[in-house]
């Protein structure tokens, strides 16, 4: 404020309109800085501060508000056109008149918005005495301390020049009248009390606190010839299960970890009713899923809608039967195969015991190798005892390796058919061989 009193001061401002701008300035900051002063402006406007009731003093006739918002920037809520919604309580000479009503709205209705009829307490004209306060006009007469102009003013020099101040009469109240014969029917007020029933349209996306402004709706005084302005404030219910963060929505989905390792389909709730909501295999506990644009509308740009999150939380079971313990024990031992491990159970179930694919195939690879070295080591003893001229060699020969033969059969689990075979045919070498000594001795 000082630094527009320096910038349009006649003594530091040539230029023409500088000293008027220097009034409207020193107008202002009378108003803005004395309270008395100010709650007449707030109660009466600018006629309050006026010498007489309907002509200018010597006082500027600017608004001082408006002059501050012009200097200071407004401070108005979101919504400031006629008849459409505010958020901000911003102080006005109506604010004595002005209505606060507390409508309760259900979720839904906050993230749809709703069309209702609310009835309000309000104070209207009083019709006996047309808003008068008096029995008739008889009985109103002109404030002998004021002289009817509902205030008293008084003029002081500042270094700025002459400052005038207004205080309100307190003979009258400010009212520029005395009353001396009331109304019955509203005791002198000029108003009476009445109730009065409105649509309300509440907008799409609006929080539980948010306050809609609705100008003209409140207390109308005819005498003071000003209306109020009515203040919607609004309470959401909570909804069971679903809670809001911004314009997303979220819930807690419970699935069994059957349902998280394969997928499924599960039904959920939303704002719109029951949806089908796609579970992915494989989910993991504390991810969600998203239904888009089923959240909260921007109440500014309601084509702009948020996402309905629901966090998974993924149950284990207590308790499970041998069946079932079985199976979870052979899902893990295949898993554990394809990570290349093997794991054995004993009996409380309790895994214990691994190795790797490398060492398996290695055991199976040396199983392998000593098959073929017991074929080799048997049809190599048979050609040899054949071939060979010395019985006693030759039966030494297939006595030793016979016996490391059966060894390595009773370690390789062969099969019953086979072993019989095998012995059979031993057998049958066994009574050639004595058949063949007998001829030659």
């Known amino acids: 404020m000082f630094i527009f009193w320096d910038q349009y001061h006649p003594d530091m401002n040539k230029n023409p309109g500088a000293e008027e701008k220097f009034k409207e300035i020193s107008a202002a900051y009378e108003v803005l800085s004395d ?13 309050g ?14 608004d001082p508000s408006d002059l501050f918002d012009a200097f200071f920037g407004r401070t108005d809520g979101l919504f400031s056109d006629e008849g459409g919604f505010g958020f901000n309580m911003r102080n006005s000479g109506n604010r004595g008149n ?71 009469c307190s003979k009258c109240g400010g009212l520029g009248m005395i009353i ?27 929080s539980d606190g948010d306050t809609m402004k609705i100008r003209g709706e409140g207390n109308f005084d005819k005498r003071r010839r000003y209306t109020g302005d009515l203040f919607v404030v609004l309470h959401v219910d909570r909804k069971q299960g679903i809670w809001r963060e911004g314009l997303n929505l979220y819930s807690k989905i419970n699935i069994d970890f059957t349902e998280a390792i394969l997928g499924s389909v599960k039904k959920v709730e939303t704002v719109e009713g029951f949806k089908d909501l796609q579970i992915p295999s494989g989910i993991q506990h504390g991810h969600s899923v998203k239904l888009s644009r089923l959240g ?44 290349g491990h093997s794991w054995s159970s004993d009996d409380t179930g309790q895994r214990k015991g691994k190795f790797n694919d490398s060492m398996w195939r290695d055991k199976r690879s040396d199983a392998s190798s000593e098959e073929t070295e017991t074929a080799s080591s048997l049809w190599g003893s048979i050609k040899n005892f054949l071939r060979r001229g010395n019985s006693d060699e030759r039966f030494a020969s297939i006595s030793q390796d016979t016996s490391t033969l059966m060894w390595r059969f009773g370690h390789q689990n062969y099969s019953v058919p086979h072993s019989i075979f095998v012995v059979l045919f031993i057998t049958w070498i066994l009574k050639s061989i004595a058949k063949s000594i007998q001829k030659r001795t």
Request: proline share 4%; with cysteine.
């Open 296 to 339: 909260v509308p921007d109440m500014n740009r309601p084509s702009i809608r948020g996402d309905h999150y629901f966090v998974v939380n993924v149950l284990l079971p207590n308790d499970i039967s041998g069946t079932e313990r079985s199976l979870v024990e052979q899902l893990a031992s295949l898993r554990a195969s394809r990570q």
């Open 98 to 168: 002005d209505i606060r009503h507390d409508l309760r709205l259900s979720f839904e209705e906050s993230v749809f918005g709703v069309k209702r009829e609310i009835e309000i307490s309000c104070y209207e004209t009083c019709n006996t005495c047309d808003g008068t306060g008096a029995k008739s006009k008889n009985g109103i007469k002109k404030c002998t301390s004021c002289g009817g102009k509902g205030g008293e003013k008084k003029t002081q020099r500042t270094p700025f020049g002459m400052m005038s101040q207004v205080s309100t």
């Open 49 to 62: 501060l006026q010498g007489e009731n309907g002509g200018p003093t010597n006082a500027s006739e600017v």
């Open 180 to 206: 001396t014969d009331r109304c019955r029917k509203c005791d002198g007020s000029g108003l009476v009390q009445a109730k009065r029933k409105m649509d309300v349209v509440i907008p799409p996306g609006v």
């Open 35 to 47: 309270d008395e002063k100010r709650s007449l402006y707030d109660r009466f406007g600018e006629s």
